[in-house]
């Protein structure tokens, strides 16, 4: 048995009933199989690819907090802090009931590949709660996150782990953590990024995961000889990222038809209109039935259903495994030329298998959706500097950033003899700079 198998052999024993981590696992590792064959008696030796698997450290406690009407509550609260090898620990804090070790464990290893990528000093780490926002008052929100950062201050800082945000847990959020952190460290530093802009925050970091998607996926049609403008494109999600996804896009001259929430589905033949979306989701709070009751063209179909629209490019922007094997064949027979994944790890190993084998453009996570964590990254550095740069300098950087990403997996696929392969091209290339890094740093 190959070195690669036996790792992930091991995975699925040691770490039982975490299939999201299995998952992520084995895809990065099989990709891996040229560059460890390679170097395989080195990284044998030296257990490479076991210390890389397994999280530099886990932490999960209790988040007692008491709603409006007095009665306690208490969710479980995770961090897992995956590979420092190339800088601090950085990724996102999810508020979500699926929450649960395996899911934050799958995003964090998925996160340390991503950060790489970058081309920024940034480890891998993710956290979050099984803490549900939704219905709750704003009260009800800032107890459980000074609860929540109270034990989690105790695990993270400046140089040490820089959380974010991500599904559940937005700007309020971060500024009721942020606030408790100040209070209990006594310390106002760039502990945690997606911060409001009067504290810390930067410009564009907002927009950042969605417009990075449009910058990547823009490269991609452009070097394959196509031109985004003009194009239909199909979103998933009605959150941050599909949002400015979808700004983006119409920006650069396609037509976005549809968007989703955990209820339902938009089609809109005359293209979404970003601004109510946004006055819906991120001032209402409300569903997406809203939309349709406010444009007469739109119609709201119950349940999933994104993938079945006629569209030149799909964007998953909403969660992990919601694009399955019938809607790859959905997309396949649609005549679908790009597909860019805008959440993490949105599409099964089947559906992924089956869009590159009919020759679709595929980019995956790591890669695509990469420029929310590139420009907290960059916010980081605001922060270090004591200095605020002005949304266009960030949105130069982050358009710089995911084109030299793209160029990247582009040149380790090919160097690999896959050419076109973007799932290998961006592993071996998040990969090799942080084995090199763990290589020099030694057995730690």
Request: charged share 20%.
């Amino acid at each position: 048995m190959s070195y690669v198998n036996e790792v992930i052999e091991q995975v699925i024993r040691e770490n039982p009933n975490e299939p999201e981590f299995h998952q992520a696992v084995k895809e990065v590792l099989l990709s891996l199989e040229p560059v460890v064959a390679e170097h395989e008696e080195v990284f044998r030796r030296d257990a490479l690819l076991e210390r890389l698997v397994n999280p530099e450290r886990q932490v999960k406690f209790r988040v007692p907090w008491i709603d409006d009407n007095g009665q306690v509550h208490v969710n479980t609260g995770y961090r897992v802090q995956f590979n420092s090898a190339i800088g601090p620990y950085k990724g996102g804090l999810r508020l979500h009931p699926s929450v649960n070790l395996g899911i934050i464990k799958f995003l964090g290893f998925e996160q340390i590949f991503k950060n790489s990528l970058t081309g920024l000093p940034i480890g891998g780490g993710k956290g979050g709660s099984d803490f549900d926002p939704k219905g709750k008052s704003d009260r009800e929100i800032m107890a459980f996150c000074q609860s929540f950062m109270t034990e989690l201050s105790k695990h993270i800082g400046a140089d040490t782990d820089v959380p974010a945000g991500d599904i559940g847990t937005g700007a309020r959020e971060i500024g009721y953590m942020f606030g408790q952190y100040k209070r209990l460290c006594n310390q106002f530093t760039g502990v945690l990024t997606g911060k409001g802009l009067p504290f810390g925050g930067s410009l564009a970091r907002t927009e950042a995961t969605g417009y990075g998607l449009l910058y990547i996926t823009q490269e991609l049609l452009r070097c394959h000889g196509i031109d985004i403008a003009g194009k239909t494109i199909a979103v998933s999600g009605a959150g941050n990222v599909a949002i400015y996804a979808i700004e983006k896009a119409q920006q650069l001259g396609a037509k976005v038809v549809t968007c989703s929430d955990s209820t339902g589905w938009i089609y809109d033949p005359d293209g979404i209109d970003v601004a109510l979306l946004k006055n819906i989701k991120e001032v209402r709070r409300a569903r997406l039935t809203a939309y349709a009751d406010e444009k007469p063209n739109a119609v709201y179909h119950e349940g999933r259903g994104v993938w079945s629209t006629k569209c030149d490019i799909a964007l998953p922007c909403a969660t992990q495994n919601e694009v399955g094997l019938e809607d790859a064949k959905l997309l396949v027979a649609n005549g679908t030329t790009a597909f860019a994944e805008g959440a993490n790890m949105p599409t099964t190993e089947e559906a992924t298998a089956y869009l590159q084998e009919n020759g679709i453009l595929f980019l995956p996570a790591k890669a695509a959706n990469a420029g929310g964590v590139a420009t907290s990254a960059l916010e980081m550095s605001q922060n270090s500097e004591r200095l605020h740069w002005t949304f266009d300098e960030v949105d130069a950087m982050l358009k710089k950033i995911m084109v030299n990403l793209y160029h990247n997996i582009d040149d380790a696929a090919k160097k690999y003899g896959f050419e076109g392969n973007f799932v290998v091209g961006a592993n071996i290339a998040g990969f090799e700079k942080v084995m090199e890094a763990m290589m020099a740093q030694g057995i730690v």
